[in-house]
């Protein structure tokens, strides 16, 4: 085995309540060289979405009012113009929200992606900086990382948010495999490090969404008034339309996801260091079994006599260590019947 080997071993055993702890200390010592990097992309994000919406929002509070009467009124007594009314407010709501989301996302994945190997550098210990792996992140392959998770999460929100969970769940990893060195299927390899981890994939998912959805209720409830006298329609009025305040507000509205935006990308980088270190593990294990099968057990003694004259190295137990679990089989069989998992070799 590689000198490495036991602290690989170590990393592939991790419990998934070590994954977040180990995530959120790797969120505790990289907050300070990600905040300004990601806080800028979430900025440039906002700053684009407004220009986008601004009118379809101005439109929204235009029909605010007569929407209020609609809904107050007996249902019966709706004509065909207040469905139609109705009908326009929620198709100015469901377009505005969806280029909100999309263009946010975008950038949350465009930021995932530039920051992701130097995390997974820093995680496993390797020599590193910032800029340069910044800088090495930038190339042609990352907009295929754009369009399958930034575009694909997007768009499977308009289909109740099902597809967008699949795809969080099967190919998150790619901000990692796109720009590493040592993948020449990024997409594949992404794939094989999630398989059988799916909802440990959503699980640091929730995790991150509830941590910052909970801080932010607490944020709201302590400014809450704040932000309503702050606020003023008058912004989006195309005669006294203010981009500043527009941004302003809508920045401070975000503080607590500007401040917690690392928090997710650490997390799946713990998971992912991992995960990455379990299918070394496994293959190692593999290699060794299917190759050069070792003797692990002790030479099998009866207390007979003729038994024991017998050579011991012929009474050897071949077998392996489950490389997820760390129980010793013996027989080459399909699954640990230890902890169930499956093993990845033709019986």
């Known amino acids: 085995m590689p000198d490495g080997y036991p602290r690989v071993e170590n990393l592939s055993n991790k419990r998934f309540s070590e994954v977040i702890s180990d995530g959120l200390r790797l969120f505790g010592k990289s907050w300070e060289t990600l905040i300004v990097p990601l806080g800028l992309f979430l900025l440039i994000s906002l700053i684009i979405k407004n220009l986008l919406v601004t009118d379809m929002v101005w439109q929204s509070l235009l029909l605010t009012p007569a929407i209020e009467v609609i809904l107050d009124m007996d249902p019966s007594t709706l004509t065909e113009e207040h469905l139609n009314l109705m009908m326009e407010y929620l198709s100015l709501s469901l377009i505005s929200g969806f280029i909100n989301s999309f263009v946010i996302t975008i950038f949350n994945v465009l930021a995932m992606c530039l920051v992701s190997n ?12 910032f800029f340069s792996e910044f800088k090495k992140a930038i190339n042609g392959k990352l907009i295929s990382a754009i369009l399958l998770l930034g575009v694909g999460i997007s768009v499977g929100s308009l289909f109740l948010f099902i597809p967008s969970i699949i795809i969080i769940g099967l190919f998150s990893f790619y901000v990692f ?18 398989r059988g981890s799916f909802w440990k994939i959503i699980g640091v998912f929730v995790v991150s969404s509830l941590i910052i959805s909970i801080i932010s209720l607490l944020f709201q409830l302590f400014i809450g008034d704040f932000f309503v006298q702050f606020y003023q329609t008058s912004w989006y009025n195309p005669s006294t339309r203010n981009y500043v305040m527009i941004i302003l507000y809508d920045f401070l509205y975000y503080i607590v996801e500007l401040i917690f935006a690392p ?3 650490c997390l799946l980088t713990s998971l992912y260091v991992s995960l990455k270190a379990r299918k ?10 299917d190759q050069t099968p070792q003797s692990y057990g002790t030479p099998y003694r009866d207390e007979s006599s003729s038994i024991k004259s017998m050579n011991a190295a012929d009474k050897l137990e071949s077998g392996l260590y489950c490389p997820f679990c760390g129980k010793f089989v013996k027989d080459k069989i399909k699954f640990c019947p230890h902890c169930g998992e499956q093993f990845n070799f033709e019986i």
């Open 118 to 129: 130097y995390l997974y550098n820093k995680f496993i210990g390797n020599e590193t900086k």
């Open 280 to 289: 070394e593990v496994f293959g190692q294990y593999q290699t060794s079994y």
């Open 263 to 265: 928090l997710f990308i």
């Open 177 to 194: 495999t796109y720009n590493s060195d040592d993948s020449n299927q990024p997409l594949k390899d992404a794939r094989e490090i999630a």
